[in-house]
């Protein structure tokens, strides 16, 4: 018989645990789920503010690792930023407000086109790591960028027009009552980014507490990586 899917359940995957250098010499610490069949495409999460919190099992990934590789067949890549602890470890290094980040984004591309192989891969940030992700992930391989919560706290208005000439899809999810940046200053803020997709959440906040949350997040990420596979099951 059938189960709903819950807050923890955990589906099949091939997961590894992994160390990548960075330019400066750090070891980051992440994991890689893999669909045991046939692999869809590929998203590199970039997890929320280390100092608030955020890493690598930041909820909505850990859920992204425990479901996407059987429901939708895409490999999720989660890691630690400098200095972030989680499950997984502690990467080396000190937090630094995403002034050295980029160097971690960049060696996680690099494993992840390099090493991994991997193709139809898409850039997934939340709240910190959408900074992280609109400035640092240029690599030309991957297909675009999925931003979870974002603030906008680091991100100038020359680094948001980079992303009207690179031409790749740039999706905003917006949760309706964000405590940082909610739709109406969201579509302010990001007036510089002409070509990007702004989806307000009703009923959303900025963690994405709670099943019908994560749910439209996931499903939004798979329709995007997938969207043959959807709708995503709500049972298994």
């Known amino acids: ?7 923890n359940t955990v589906l099949p995957a091939k997961r590894t645990a992994f160390t990548v250098q960075t330019s400066d010499g750090l070891a980051l610490v992440g994991e890689v789920a893999s669909p045991l069949g046939q692999t869809t495409g590929a998203i590199l999460c970039l997890h929320p503010n280390p100092s608030a919190g955020g890493m690598m099992d930041s909820h909505v990934y850990k859920k992204a690792a425990n479901r996407l590789p059987e429901l ?4 999720v890549v989660r890691f630690n930023t400098r200095g972030t602890t989680s499950d997984a470890g502690t990467s080396e290094g000190t937090f630094t407000n995403g002034e050295e980040e980029g160097r971690d984004v960049e060696a996680l591309l690099t494993y992840c086109f390099d090493q991994l192989k991997l193709t139809n891969v898409w850039i ?3 709240s910190f790591g959408t900074d992280l992700a609109l400035q640092y992930a240029k690599d030309p391989r991957h297909k675009g960028l ?10 100038t208005d020359e ?5 009207n000439s690179d031409g790749r ?16 200053q969201a579509r302010r803020r990001f007036a510089p980014l002409k070509t990007i997709e702004i989806i307000e959440v009703a009923d959303a906040k900025h963690l994405w507490i709670g099943e019908p949350s994560v749910f439209r997040v996931l499903t939004e990420i798979v329709q995007r990586v997938a969207p043959e596979k959807l709708p995503l099951a709500t049972e298994y």
């Not at 018989?1 to 807050?7: F, G, K, P, S, V």
């Not at 999925?146 to 991100?155: A, H, M």
Request: net charge negative; charged share 15%; aromatic share 12%.
């Open 124 to 126: 997934v940030g939340w």
């Open 1 to 7: 018989m059938a189960e709903l899917i819950r807050a």
């Open 169 to 184: 899809p740039v999706i905003a999810l917006v949760p309706e009552f964000d405590t940082f940046l909610p739709p109406d």
């Open 146 to 155: 999925i931003l979870l919560s974002p603030p906008l706290q680091r991100t």
């Open 72 to 75: 939708a067949g895409i490999t």
């Open 159 to 163: 680094q948001l027009k980079y992303w």
